[in-house]
């Protein structure tokens, strides 16, 4: 939902480099290199392809950029978050997701598997709001906290992924 006018996939594959990040940069949060690294590959045949590319220069970065990439997501309902301090796609993300309307008890909950998370795997959890409501999103924790850390940074970069493919969409038309 974005609510800058959209633009076609002609004129990303025409803009210069520095205007390319600056826009298609947004996509994944705190990580304008991934475009800055992609951008280099236009001309794109089609939106599925620049999506691809994108994905392709994250699997492709060593495991400490991937890292990096999965710290720079906020908490679900973390102090960022109450505080009123997120970019704007993740206020619009928690949002959707029905975190800003949590009781106190919730917002506990969520507090509290937040940092049972961060504690086992030193990385937040990141799961797509968007597509998926506070239930889920709870269940996501009881489940994924069972997991080892290299199918957690494997299943966080999925997420990641389905995140920048629903924020491309928002920015580019058709
Ligand atoms: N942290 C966990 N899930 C998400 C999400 O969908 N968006 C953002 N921005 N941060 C998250």
């Known amino acids: 939902m974005a609510e800058n006018k959209k633009i076609s996939l002609a004129e990303l594959n025409a803009l210069p480099p520095k205007e390319f990040v600056r826009i298609v940069g947004q996509v994944f949060e705190h990580s304008p290199w991934i475009a ?35 710290r720079a997501h906020p908490d679900l309902v973390g102090k960022l978050a109450l505080a009123d301090q997120l970019t704007r796609e993740s206020t619009n993300e928690q949002a959707s997701a029905g975190l800003t309307q949590l009781t106190p008890g919730e917002v506990a909950l969520f507090q509290n598997q937040n940092a049972a998370y961060k504690n086992k795997f030193g990385f937040p959890f990141v799961i797509c709001a968007r597509l998926n409501k506070k239930d889920a999103i709870l269940k996501g924790f009881e ?16 997420e990641i992924f389905k995140i920048a493919e629903l924020r491309l969409r928002d920015l580019t038309q058709g």
Not at 38 to 61: H, I, M, W, Y
Not at 144 to 157: D, F, G, M, V
């Open 36 to 70: 800055e690294i992609a951008g280099e590959q236009r001309p794109f045949a089609d939106f599925e392809n620049l999506q691809r590319a994108l994905c392709e220069t994250v699997k492709n970065s060593s495991e400490e950029k991937q890292l990096a990439l999965i």
């Open 143 to 158: 489940r994924r906290l069972k997991n080892s850390p290299a199918q957690e940074i494997k299943t966080a970069l999925e």
